[in-house]
């Protein structure tokens, strides 16, 4: 009876092991179908929202998303779930580089002009480290293609909504924009608020567009992902932006240099190519679009019909040409391949000859007028030679690093170099060059480490082209194209401060130094220790930490504004004074309150707290003409007199001033 009754138990342990075994395996299967998908599908959405929110370049927008990001790596690696792999040497060479930046950019608060600038720069670089690390841990193996698509679908999502802000601009749009820079009436600029910044974030995407296209399995998918194309165009069009022209540019023939299926590659460009010229006829057939900022609703709607007819045309007919590509197998010999490279050079070379590099040379770096923005938009400015001055920008940023080239002048202190030294007129915030601005701000270190970041993708994704199936070197190939778009772009203008493009380019990073570029059998890795998910995961909460504290002053200090625009002096006055006690280093809340104590009449406690703002931010020319007002208002003349002397120094060529030079 004993032997029975355990042979009954043994088989019943059996049994369930068997149905726990298959529980797991159906809820593995269904793991693997969903799970793979459910991380591009967020990526796609964050893209869209992230750019959705005004770029994300406020402070309140940058910060939360490197809150929920951080958030996202403490709780995954104190819980094991991160990292779910070995992290490949590239990502760990580019995470490094990127602390070591940050860290930097945080050490330079101790010269900067302003420590607040410093940490908002240290966060800023916080944020693109934190895209870096979950990007390149949550991506499973073999997977960029799929992160690649969704990170298109994001961008496009965008430019359906500008196009649509364009086309009724009182639906859509932000009107506060045209009124503070006439330009933008003229130049589609929303929902990231700034021309080049739209033309560039959607440019990133024709290069990952033509590679999803090209690696379609079906004939109908090569055409889906043909659609957006001429959207985008018809949007980088509307901008007027020559960072667009010229990122798209890139993009595409890096695309079409590095890619896998060439004849393929270069059908699908002239298809797209082809959609895009007829998007961009039909939208200058309607003059009211690009001359007035906005048409009739008529007219609007015939354009939005029109451009969605130009995406169907293009898809359908690379699909069709795709359609016949599967059922003739047409083989190009390699004379005819080097033949038709030999014409295009040649036909470059030629177009090249018509144009007077040295002419150019000197139309770009001309003295502008002035820096405000031509109200004018479309052909104007695209066929301009005007470098609206940033050559101008660019040499006084190698000033900035002549005077101080180990260490910089500081994160963030270009402003405050070019107000006192710049040879234009007009308030500048960067130097429109991440490199040369990073070299005057932080030094030789500094720019080594943003080459070594940026290097590292580039260098890595081209090495891994080499030993990959043509398959995967087409989705290599896109990203790489993108990536190194908008590496040539920072040069020339400020996109790694506009949160949105560089979180999609960042993002493309990771996609390259991770593992999900890499080839081969997956390393999987034992899990952390307990101290060391402990110790990661801490970090992690002291970084969200950091992040918080400014981005709760400011919040502290926005509602003092508003308290104080509705009359209630009192309760703006006590939000300011929260937002100084969780920002003591700032000069921003010391500010509020001297501004508040005078329109409250308190005008010796105003002289006080903007003695206070100087004190965190004495190169703030600024905050110097506040204390002249107050000075003046007290009846300290003298006092006033050298207030407004500083003010003079710190920034001589302010049009403010142009009655007292």
């Known amino acids: 009876m004993t032997v029975e009754r355990d042979r009954t138990t043994r088989r019943e342990r059996r049994l369930d092991a068997l149905d726990e075994f298959a529980t797991a395996g159906a809820r593995t299967s269904a793991q693997t179908r969903v799970l793979p998908l459910l991380g591009p599908a967020l990526a796609a959405v964050a893209v869209f929202w992230i750019a959705f929110d005004g770029g994300s370049y406020s402070l309140q927008s940058r910060s939360a998303t490197a809150i929920v990001l951080l958030w996202l790596l403490s709780v995954g690696t104190l819980s094991g779930l991160l990292p779910l792999h070995r992290a490949a040497t590239p990502l760990v060479v580019c995470t490094a580089s990127l602390a070591a930046f940050a860290a930097l950019a945080a050490l330079s608060a101790r010269w900067a002009p302003s420590v607040e600038k410093a940490v908002y720069e240290t966060n800023r670089i916080v944020l693109y480290l934190a895209v870096v690390v979950v990007v390149g841990l949550v991506t499973r193996r073999g997977s960029a293609a799929v992160w690649s698509r969704a990170i298109a679908v994001g961008i496009t999502g965008v430019a359906a909504v500008a196009l649509t802000s364009y086309a009724a601009p009182n639906t859509l749009g932000e009107p506060l924009l045209s009124e503070l820079i006439p330009a933008a009436a003229y130049r589609l600029s929303y929902p990231l608020n700034y021309w080049n910044g739209l033309a560039v974030f959607s440019a990133l995407a024709f290069p990952l567009l033509l590679g999803a296209a090209v690696g379609a399995r079906s004939p109908a998918g090569a055409g889906a992902w043909i659609a957006p194309i001429p959207l985008l165009a018809a949007v980088v069009y509307l901008t007027a932006s020559r960072g667009g022209i010229l990122t798209s540019v890139v993009g595409v023939f890096l695309f ?18 082809a959609g895009a010229t007829l998007a961009v006829a039909i939208i200058r057939a309607q003059p009211p679009l690009v001359a007035d900022g906005g048409a009739e609703p008529a007219a609007a709607g015939n354009v939005t019909i029109l451009v969605a007819v130009a995406c169907l045309t293009a898809a359908a007919a690379f699909a069709g040409i795709a359609a016949l590509q599967a059922r003739i197998r047409i083989t190009v010999p390699s004379k005819v391949s080097i033949a038709a490279l030999v014409v295009v050079v040649l036909a470059l070379l030629a177009a090249a000859a018509r144009v007077d590099p040295a002419a150019g040379f000197e139309r770009f770096r001309s003295v502008p007028s002035d820096l405000e923005y031509p109200e004018s938009g479309g052909e104007t400015h695209l066929l301009s030679g005007s470098g609206n001055g940033r050559w101008q920008m660019w040499v006084s940023a190698v000033e900035a690093f002549r005077a101080a080239p180990l260490r910089g002048q500081g994160a963030g202190a270009f402003e405050y170099w070019w107000a006192q030294n710049g040879s234009l007129p007009g308030f500048v915030l960067d130097a429109h060059s991440l490199y ?14 943003v080459l070594i970041i940026l290097g590292t993708g580039v260098v890595t994704g081209v090495v891994r082209l080499r030993n990959t199936r043509p398959d995967t070197r087409v989705t290599l190939a896109a990203i790489v194209g993108g990536f190194g778009a908008y590496v040539v772009e920072v040069a020339f203008d400020w996109m790694w401060e506009l949160t949105a493009v560089t979180v999609v380019a960042f993002a493309l990073l990771a996609l390259l130094v991770g593992e999900a570029s890499a080839s081969g059998e997956p390393e999987w890795r034992a899990p952390l220790r307990p101290s060391m998910r402990a110790a990661t995961s801490m970090t992690c909460l002291v970084l969200v930490l950091v992040q918080a504290v400014p981005m709760l002053a400011d919040a502290n200090v926005r509602t003092s504004r508003a308290r104080a625009e509705a009359g209630d002096i009192a309760g703006a006055m006590a939000a300011a004074r929260e937002a100084h006690s969780l920002q003591p280093y700032s000069a921003t809340p010391p500010l509020q309150l001297a501004l508040l104590s005078e329109s409250a009449g308190h005008l010796g406690f105003a002289e006080v707290w903007i003695r206070a703002a100087i004190s965190r931010d004495e190169q703030n020319w600024r905050l110097w003409i506040v204390a002249a007002r107050i000075q003046t208002k007290r009846g300290d003349i003298e006092a006033a007199t050298r207030s407004l002397d500083r003010a003079l120094a710190l920034s001589p060529r302010s049009p403010l001033f142009a009655s007292l030079r």
């Not at 079409?256 to 190519?273: D, H, I, M």
Request: hydrophobic fraction near 60%.
């Open 256 to 273: 079409l240099a590095l890619t896998a299926r060439r004849w393929r590659a270069a059908v699908a460009t002239a298809v797209a190519a």
């Open 436 to 449: 040369l601005e990073t070299l005057g701000e932080l030094g030789f270190p500094g720019l080594a480490m």
